[in-house]
T-cell receptor
Framework: ETGVTQTPRHLVMGMTNKKSLKCEQHLGHNAMYWYKQSAKKPLELMFVYSLEERVENNSVPSRFSPECPNSSHLFLHLHTLQPEDSALYLC?????????????????FGPGTRLLVL | QKEVEQDPGPLSVPEGAIVSLNCTYSNSAFQYFMWYRQYSRKGPELLMYTYSSGNKEDGRFTAQVDKSSKYISLFIRDSQPSDSATYLCAMTVPTGGGNKLTFGTGTQLKVEL
């Protein structure tokens, strides 16, 4: 496996369910991100981790709970979601969080998990 | 007002056409500008990356930044059906941004045979 992988690719859940999204990066990167992509809306940054520490929580409801057990893995735990949470959830990683050498760190995205909340 | 405005399309062009994709922005602190391409059922992938104003060319793709007008463009020459995708512009500030990207909504492009 190379790059950034995400499982599952598709998920249907009821509002009372609990599920988890998994992201794994095989690039040796130190920073990882969760984004939400809804139709006709810009990508919304949800969480940022750098060296397994959460450095950003972008006013995300508590029904979304991230976990980063090591620099290669990132989880998004979901519980009591609402139908408006249906979206594509993208994971990304970058070598480091902040700029190095005067250049902005490139973020590499996984294929996403398509989530439908019924 | 949104920080980044991008026409969602869809934009449909014949094969071989020159395509122009555009974004406008309101935050004059943005200095790094990116274009991502997102194929259906895939995540975005970085296509072009420019710093400050000017042009950058890579094969059939040219990225252009006009900071005075707060306007960026991506030109695709000799467009191919394989260019059919959604194109997202993204931008960020040079310091203190923590690698936080601000994205446009994306423009859906279809290149027809």
């Amino acid at each position: 496996e190379t790059g950034v992988t995400q499982t599952p690719r598709h998920l249907v859940m009821g509002m009372t369910n609990k599920k988890s999204l998994k992201c794994e990066q095989h690039l040796g990167h130190n920073a990882m991100y969760w984004y939400k992509q809804s139709a006709k809306k810009p990508l919304e940054l949800m969480f940022v981790y750098s060296l397994e520490e959460r450095v950003e929580n972008n006013s995300v409801p508590s029904r979304f709970s991230p976990e980063c057990p090591n620099s290669s893995h990132l989880f998004l735990h979901l519980h009591t979601l609402q139908p408006e949470d249906s979206a594509l959830y993208l994971c990304a990683s970058s070598q480091d969080l902040f700029m190095t050498g005067g250049w902005q760190e490139t973020q590499y995205f996984g294929p996403g998990t398509r989530l439908l909340v019924l | 007002q949104k920080e980044v405005e991008q026409d969602p399309g869809p934009l449909s062009v014949p094969e071989g056409a020159i395509v122009s994709l555009n974004c406008t922005y309101s935050n004059s602190a943005f200095q790094y500008f990116m274009w991502y391409r997102q194929y259906s059922r895939k995540g975005p992938e970085l296509l072009m990356y420019t710093y400050s104003s000017g042009n950058k060319e890579d094969g059939r793709f040219t990225a252009q930044v006009d900071k005075s007008s707060k306007y960026i463009s991506l030109f695709i020459r000799d467009s191919q059906p394989s260019d059919s995708a959604t194109y997202l512009c993204a931008m960020t500030v040079p310091t203190g941004g923590g690698n936080k990207l601000t994205f446009g909504t994306g423009t859906q492009l279809k290149v027809e045979l």
